[in-house]
């Protein structure tokens, strides 16, 4: 059984642009949920799709925003990139949410935005 | 609010030594979740376990073992005869225990160095 994909590994952006990340779930897995890392903040939850609807939201702006699709593919974007969205950004897939279930993580896309 | 300590931040210990990970929590929540997550160089975070809130039995898993003691708020990862394949982060993590929310609170991680 695969793994949770994120595509791409790697991004660099300027300041000023946007981007959108990629996340494709275990099969079977409804629920996605986004994080960022990075050396001062640490791993910090963005927010949670369950069934196309985000269900939670961590305390980041309105420029972090995502979606999710019927077969329950992902989406991250951010938009009006600034220096300190360099991260880190590791998707989890989890079977039907809550935690009940254990969310898996893919092994991330490494933002730089110069 | 949640909160996670790993006053640890690296570890390095020779090959085949044991070695404790710490993790103490903060909760206003009856019902929680505890975890331990993995993460190599690749950058994945590898599930290693899940406690729930009221069962306080210990648990083993070939040379991994946990110790979660609720009226300390610590949840202890120990690895026995450690190996080079040991080095990693290791995170540990806090979740609420109600259906739908998927968030977990991560703490800042302890990097763990095995010298062989």
């Known amino acids: 059984k695969a793994g949770v994909t994120q595509t791409p590994r790697y991004l660099i952006k300027t300041r000023g642009q946007q981007v959108t990340l990629s996340c494709s779930p275990i099969?079977?897995?409804?629920?996605v949920s986004w994080y960022q890392q990075t050396p001062g903040q640490g791993l910090q939850f963005l927010f949670e799709?369950?069934?196309?609807?985000?269900?939670n939201k961590g305390n980041f702006p309105g420029r972090f925003s995502g979606r999710q699709f019927s077969n329950s593919r992902s989406e991250m974007n951010v938009s009006t990139l600034e220096l300190g969205d360099s991260a880190l950004y590791l998707c989890?897939?989890?079977?039907?949410?809550?935690?009940?279930?254990?969310?898996?993580f893919g092994a991330g896309t490494r933002l730089s935005v110069l | 609010a949640q909160k996670v300590t790993q006053a640890q931040t690296e570890i390095s210990v020779v090959e085949k030594e044991d070695v404790t990970l710490d993790c103490v929590y903060e909760?206003?929540?009856?019902?929680?979740?505890l975890f331990w997550y993995k993460q190599p160089p690749s950058g994945e975070l590898v599930f290693l376990i899940r406690?729930?809130?009221?069962?306080?039995q210990n648990e083993i898993s070939g040379r991994y073992s946990w110790n979660f003691q609720k009226s300390t708020s610590s949840f202890n990862f120990t690895i026995t005869a450690s190996q080079v394949v040991d080095s990693a982060v290791y995170f540990c993590?806090?979740?609420?225990?109600?259906?739908?929310?998927?968030?977990?609170?991560f703490g800042t991680g302890t990097r763990l160095t095995i010298i062989p």
């Open positions: 909760t206003r929540d009856t019902t929680y979740y």
């Open positions: 993590a806090l979740s609420e225990a109600s259906f739908g929310n998927e968030k977990l609170t």
């Open positions: 989890a897939s989890s079977p039907q949410g809550g935690q009940l279930n254990i969310q898996y």
């Open positions: 799709y369950f069934s196309e609807t985000q269900r």
């Open positions: 099969s079977g897995h409804r629920s």
């Open positions: 406690r729930n809130s009221f069962d306080e």
